[in-house]
């Protein structure tokens, strides 16, 4: 397996969009999503002798060696260690004295670096495709930007705000505060559960509307079916919402979160939602409830959100 995972471009200046798949190792929904749509575009001018592309896409693995394994990651979570101070740090070190998560970011940041470097594009999107442990609701997740949510929302799945302050070090954070030259909007697609084959479908209708909104193909040569896949599968679901409550799990801690949960799942203040060492965790908030942890690896027990407005 090789970090590029394949690059599209017929020569036409446009925007660089770069897509990462399995930045966790055990999301495998979006490498299969960009190595299918890879695929489609290059045999899209052959069926379509219309058809045109502006700019160049780019798929990148995110984590190649958790990927390997089929882990979440090998000794930290790879997306909360996105730092300035960070890389800075990790360009001063010798490799072979490095962690995994370390190298992998490293890498990563050297590679977008270059990319866009080389390219020089009018804009840059960054579209990092994850998948959860819990099944229901698909969503995007956008920094607290005009632009970022407008596009996110031209995906055509339900948009999470508040993210940014929930979290640390993620790939939206470093993304989109000025680290690399030009303009850049960044998201994040959660696409399904990951072990449901559909997820593989929404991830390339998300590349699909991703590549549309960024104006690298235009809206006559996407099927409809690309766009109906992700209003049909958000149709009852909270167009909107905003981050309220992240129950972070502590080291050592002994959680379990209690079976059935999925996302979007209306839950009520003072609902019993898990258990660890200590008894029952119960909600502090009403609100919906997304990612609720269901796999070994991980240091979020699940979010709260709210409805909120643009």
Known sequence: MERVIGRYDEGRKGPLVICFGAMHGNEKAGLKAIDLMLKMLEVEPITNEDFVFNGRFIGVVGHLEASKLNKRFIKKDLNRLWEPERIQWLARQNRENLEAEDLEMYDLEVLITN???????????????HTTSASGGIYTIVPEHPLAIKFALGIKAPVVLGFLEGLKGTTLHYFTSGNFPGEITSICFEAGQHEDPKSVNRAIAAITNCLRFAGCVDEKHIENRHIQILENYSETLPRLTRLLYRYGILPDEEFIMKPGFTNFQRIKKGEYLADNQDGPIKSPYAGYILMPLYQDQGEDGFFIVEDTVF
């Open 115 to 129: 990319e866009i470097q080389e390219y020089k594009p009018v804009r840059t999107v960054i579209l990092d495709l």
